[in-house]
């Protein structure tokens, strides 16, 4: 063993049998000075600078790669201050994390990752194991072209590279590097050195500069880093319990329950979330300023090391909000070997059928076909690509439903279905929260008008009724009715604002929540139309809508409607048909009075 710096030589002949200590009579420079030490060496030797601080069985770590592979020329472990090797900033010099010791933060790197490398453009000379095979056959560090150091070793990693051997990052290894020590900023010498060698290195490899523009743009050591501060800031926080949401990347109801949810509990406790992407799930942690984001490849995970990653993350709760998009078996098999408590909350109808609207292959609702026989048909006809066994189906969901902590539903109406498939499934109801400040806009005024205004609201599209609203205004124009129709929003036909050129018909286009009682108001609307044709297991328009006054009119289906009867404050239409609404529409039109009574019953509401 050689070392490159000084030691006192009674401590240090203590501790080694064989070393080496070597004194100049002048400052030969940094280069020589180590070439020395190369030159004097047999084996594979370990270059580690003075102003370092290192980790019990760092050399042993350091040299094993070598070992194992002599088609590998250096090593350099993880450091604060390493450039390509910086943790936990990328070419940062860093301070500690979370003031932890060298050994603290080692322990992470030791326990966490495994002995392959990562390849890197060149070694970083601060801490640096060599293969004594490759020097061999390359020769030392030229300490003529770099004699007081910055740059050598890129160099000496840039000749072995042509050569076909591979400089790597060992990643289970963390070395502390006070960044300049060897130097300090003396004249500045450092600053100096660096550039006149850099261009000694650009004048032998001109393509030295692209080389390391192309590894710190893709930044393969990303994720062992992202991993580590993941595992770091939540091991940092053991008071706060980890909660894993899983969930679809569509948008919508559940996207909205979540975040909203997401928003009550953060500070209290560690929020992860889990989406599907392609053949990826993509796993943010959202306890640092800036997320950070995991990619798991799914053909990689399985069992143990789902568990493991759950355990690393110490991940007390699973709160799975869909698994659409999923590998829904090898998801139910991962969740359950987990070992963690599961709560399912039930959004719509994916448990039950694929068609998670419940909307058959004649795009009617099916009125909760509970039948076997009858589902596996409608889905050969809705999903002929897909090979579906629906029995299969329900009985794995029906399992992992049992073993879930809690079932939840966001309407009784939600539950009565969930147990015409599952009757052994305890469920309970929560409703959803309307988070954002609803104010009452609702005016009696706006009956006086001429024409009545009625209005859709939201994303609508088929099994939320668009067909209806788009065979409604073909009825009202074609009677000459004093209706107007104003959707609050959009629908598959009209994605941006749109005005029919009588004026009777128009699109808005897409708007925050925050702002829909006012639009309600600004468009004057008597009454609001929900046209969903499948049961909805909560809806936040209509809530929103009764919070800002407004009467509703619904088909008899799912939660609105049951809304509606409680509270006494709107129209449940028996049949989901254009025809049935206009009827209704017509006689309102005419007893206006009847809408105002209906606004009465939501002027307490809270």
Same mark, same amino acid.
């Given at each position: 063993?050689?070392?490159?710096?000084?030691?006192?030589?009674?401590?240090?002949?203590?501790?080694?049998?064989?070393?080496?200590?070597?004194?100049?009579?002048?400052?030969?420079?940094?280069?020589?000075?180590?070439?020395?030490?190369?030159?004097?060496?047999?084996?594979?030797?370990?270059?580690?600078?003075?102003?370092?601080?290192?980790?019990?069985?760092?050399?042993?770590?350091? %040299?094993?790669?070598?070992?194992?592979?002599?088609?590998?020329?250096?090593?350099?472990?993880?450091?604060?201050?390493?450039?390509?090797?910086?943790?936990?900033?990328?070419?940062?010099?860093?301070?500690?994390?979370?003031?932890?010791?060298?050994?603290?933060?080692?322990?992470?790197?030791?326990?966490?990752?495994?002995?392959?490398?990562?390849?890197?453009?060149?070694?970083?000379?601060?801490?640096?194991?060599?293969?004594?095979?490759?020097?061999?056959?390359?020769?030392?560090?030229?300490?003529?072209?770099?004699?007081?150091?910055?740059?050598?070793?890129?160099?000496?990693?840039?000749?072995?590279?042509?050569?076909?051997?591979?400089?790597?990052?060992?990643?289970?290894?963390?070395?502390?590097?006070?960044?300049?020590?060897?130097?300090?900023? %003396?004249?500045?010498?450092?600053?100096?050195?660096?550039?006149?060698?850099?261009?000694?290195?650009?004048?032998?490899?001109?393509?030295?500069?692209?080389?390391?523009?192309?590894?710190?743009?893709?930044?393969?050591?990303?994720?062992?880093?992202?991993?580590?501060?993941?595992?770091?800031?939540?091991?940092?926080?053991?008071?706060?319990?980890?909660?894993?949401? %899983?969930?679809?990347?569509?948008?919508?109801?559940?996207?909205?329950?979540?975040?909203?949810?997401?928003?009550?509990?953060?500070?209290?406790?560690?929020?992860?979330?889990?989406?599907?992407?392609?053949?990826?799930?993509?796993? *943010?942690?959202?306890?640092?300023?800036?997320?950070?984001?995991?990619?798991?490849?799914?053909?990689?995970?399985?069992?143990?090391?789902?568990?493991?990653?759950?355990?690393?993350?110490?991940?007390?709760?699973?709160?799975?909000?869909?698994?659409?998009?999923?590998? *829904?078996?090898?998801?139910?098999?991962?969740?359950?070997?987990?070992?963690?408590?599961?709560?399912?909350?039930?959004?719509?109808?994916?448990?039950?059928?694929?068609?998670?609207?419940?909307?058959?292959?004649?795009?009617?609702?099916?009125?909760?076909?509970?039948?076997?026989?009858?589902?596996?048909?409608?889905?050969?006809?809705?999903?002929?690509?897909?090979?579906?066994?629906?029995?299969?189906?329900?009985?794995?969901?029906?399992?992992?439903?049992?073993?879930?902590?809690?079932?939840?539903?966001?309407?009784?109406?939600?539950?009565?279905?969930?147990?015409?498939?599952?009757?052994? %499934?305890?469920?309970?109801?929560?409703?959803?929260?309307?988070?954002?400040?609803? *104010?009452?806009?609702?005016?009696?005024?706006?009956?006086?008008?001429?024409?009545?205004?009625?209005?859709?609201?939201?994303?609508?599209?088929?099994?939320?009724?668009?067909?209806?609203?788009?065979?409604?205004?073909?009825?009202?124009?074609?009677?000459?009715?004093?209706?107007?129709?104003?959707?609050?929003?959009?629908?598959?036909?009209?994605?941006?604002?749109?005005?029919?050129?009588?004026?009777?018909?128009?699109?808005?286009?897409?708007?925050?929540?925050?702002?829909?009682?006012?639009?309600?108001?600004?468009?004057?609307?008597?009454?609001?139309?929900?046209?969903?044709?499948?049961?909805?297991?909560?809806?936040?328009?209509?809530?929103?809508?009764?919070?800002?006054?407004?009467?509703?009119?619904?088909?008899?289906?799912?939660?609105?409607?049951?809304?509606?009867?409680?509270?006494?404050?709107?129209?449940?239409?028996?049949?989901?048909?254009?025809?049935?609404?206009?009827?209704?529409?017509?006689?309102?039109?005419?007893?206006?009075?009847?809408?105002?009574?209906?606004?009465?019953?939501?002027?307490?509401?809270?």
């Amino acid at each position: 063993m050689f070392i490159s710096r000084r030691f006192e030589i009674e401590t240090s002949a203590k501790k080694f049998k064989k070393l080496t200590i070597i004194h100049n009579d002048v400052n030969v420079g940094y280069v020589q000075n180590i070439n020395k030490g190369l030159r004097l060496s047999k084996n594979h030797p370990i270059i580690l600078n003075s102003d370092t601080e290192i980790p019990p069985k760092c050399f042993q770590r350091l %040299i094993q790669p070598i070992l194992v592979n002599d088609h590998i020329s250096s090593v350099t472990p993880f450091s604060n201050s390493a450039t390509i090797c910086s943790f936990p900033n990328f070419l940062e010099d860093n301070e500690l994390p979370y003031h932890m010791t060298v050994n603290e933060v080692d322990a992470y790197f030791s326990k966490y990752n495994i002995n392959k490398g990562v390849v890197i453009p060149t070694g970083v000379g601060f801490c640096m194991a060599l293969n004594r095979n490759v020097i061999n056959k390359i020769g030392v560090f030229d300490d003529k072209a770099f004699g007081k150091g910055y740059g050598e070793e890129n160099d000496w990693c840039m000749r072995a590279r042509t050569l076909g051997y591979k400089n790597i990052l060992i990643p289970n290894l963390f070395v502390y590097h006070k960044h300049g020590g060897s130097f300090g900023q %003396i004249n500045n010498m450092k600053q100096e050195l660096m550039e006149n060698n850099l261009k000694i290195l650009l004048k032998r490899y001109p393509n030295y500069n692209e080389i390391i523009q192309d590894f710190t743009a893709f930044d393969p050591i990303k994720n062992i880093r992202n991993f580590i501060k993941s595992v770091m800031v939540n091991q940092q926080s053991p008071l706060k319990k980890g909660t894993l949401f %899983i969930n679809h990347a569509m948008g919508g109801g559940a996207i909205h329950f979540q975040s909203n949810y997401i928003n009550k509990v953060k500070n209290e406790q560690r929020i992860f979330t889990l989406k599907p992407n392609n053949h990826e799930l993509i796993l *943010t942690d959202h306890n640092h300023q800036i997320p950070i984001t995991h990619k798991l490849s799914i053909s990689k995970l399985n069992d143990t090391n789902f568990r493991q990653l759950l355990n690393a993350l110490h991940i007390e709760l699973i709160f799975i909000n869909h698994l659409l998009g999923y590998p *829904t078996d090898k998801m139910f098999s991962w969740i359950k070997h987990a070992g963690i408590d599961y709560y399912f909350f039930v959004h719509d109808f994916h448990c039950l059928c694929p068609s998670f609207n419940l909307i058959n292959h004649n795009k009617q609702y099916c009125n909760a076909e509970t039948d076997p026989n009858v589902c596996q048909s409608c889905l050969e006809k809705l999903f002929p690509r897909e090979q579906i066994n629906i029995k299969s189906r329900r009985l794995a969901f029906e399992s992992f439903l049992k073993s879930a902590k809690k079932v939840i539903a966001p309407s009784e109406n939600t539950k009565n279905i969930l147990l015409k498939y599952y009757r052994d %499934i305890k469920v309970e109801v929560h409703e959803h929260t309307i988070d954002v400040q609803i *104010t009452r806009t609702y005016k009696e005024n706006f009956l006086k008008n001429k024409h009545l205004n009625i209005a859709f609201v939201g994303a609508i599209g088929p099994e939320k009724g668009s067909n209806i609203i788009y065979e409604l205004k073909d009825f009202i124009a074609k009677e000459h009715l004093p209706i107007n129709i104003k959707v609050i929003g959009f629908t598959d036909r009209h994605g941006k604002p749109y005005k029919s050129n009588d004026g009777k018909f128009e699109v808005t286009g897409s708007y925050k929540v925050e702002h829909l009682s006012q639009l309600l108001a600004d468009h004057q609307i008597a009454l609001v139309v929900n046209s969903s044709i499948c049961p909805e297991t909560y809806s936040y328009t209509t809530s929103e809508v009764m919070l800002a006054g407004y009467p509703i009119i619904t088909f008899n289906l799912g939660a609105p409607a049951d809304r509606i009867k409680k509270h006494q404050c709107g129209w449940i239409v028996d049949k989901a048909t254009s025809l049935d609404l206009l009827i209704l529409l017509k006689r309102l039109n005419e007893h206006r009075e009847e809408i105002n009574e209906k606004a009465e019953k939501l002027r307490n509401l809270s």
